[in-house]
């Protein structure tokens, strides 16, 4: 779990490096993007998510198998939900962060390196629901497969978007899209096809609706919960660089 994490976690990091390849200007654009996109999205999407820790594992103990997907599917429908919400407010966050007194120019381009991670933040919220599901079953094999191997094609599709076809930081934020969705797709389909959750993940089904509001009441704490985490985080990183610089 921990090799799955952190290959999630590297590749915006990837992405970052590579921009920072482009220019000082675009390096700093990528470096704040990416902490505005964690603090504002990523790390509420996963929080959103950890209702399903206390849900499916309480389920899958009692042996409620069809619960499972059940609540996976209402934790979808929340995530798909604020993530829309999130996105909203990405596509203003030029202003936003010119209110908060950064750089125009560094502002103008860590605007850019959002608004290409957009599609990428839905794939994202979905796959810390389905990380929650499979975990709660026991199952880390496939985990690591689905993070890794996407993980390991982030690198030549950074360089291949960036410098081979020219597209810059737009290129390495939308690679970030791009590689999120991939392992998304390959866990989707894993959790569809595989006989292993015939009991827990009956198809779609509309009595997850049903499910949505004791989803919210657990999903809510928790976001808050680990988006505080990363707020004191970025703001004790930032206050160090700043100092030492």
């Keep these: 779990m921990v090799l799955t994490n952190m290959s999630y976690y590297g590749i915006p990091l990837v992405s970052v490096m590579f921009s920072g390849h482009l220019g000082n200007v675009r390096l700093a654009g990528a470096t704040l993007g990416n902490s505005w996109a964690t603090v504002t999205g990523y790390a509420f999407v996963t929080g959103m998510s950890g209702a399903l820790e206390t849900l499916c594992g309480q389920a899958y103990g009692a042996q409620l198998y069809r619960m499972l997907g059940l609540y996976l599917q209402s934790s979808l429908i ?15 966050t030029e202003p936003l962060l010119l209110c908060l007194r950064q750089e125009p120019e560094v502002s103008r381009a860590a605007a850019v390196f959002i608004r290409y991670q957009i599609p990428g933040l839905f794939a994202f919220s979905f796959l810390q629901c389905l990380l929650r599901y499979l975990q709660t079953q026991s199952v880390v094999v496939p985990l690591v497969v689905c993070s890794v191997v996407p993980f390991a094609l982030h690198v030549p599709l950074n360089h291949l978007l960036v410098n081979v076809l020219g597209f810059g930081l737009a290129g390495a934020s939308a690679a970030i899209s791009t590689t999120f969705w991939f392992s998304c797709l390959m866990l989707l389909g894993y959790v569809m096809w595989s006989k292993k959750f015939s009991e827990t993940w009956k198809g779609f089904s509309a009595d997850a609706f049903n499910y949505v509001l004791p989803t919210i009441k657990l999903a809510v704490p928790s976001a808050v919960m ?14 160090i660089v700043i100092s030492h610089y």
Aim: overall charge neutral.
């Design 226 to 239: 680990v988006w505080s985490v990363h707020i004191i985080y970025n703001y004790i990183h930032n206050t």
């Design 78 to 92: 929340m995530s798909a939900v604020v993530s829309v919400v999130i996105a909203v407010m990405w596509l203003f």
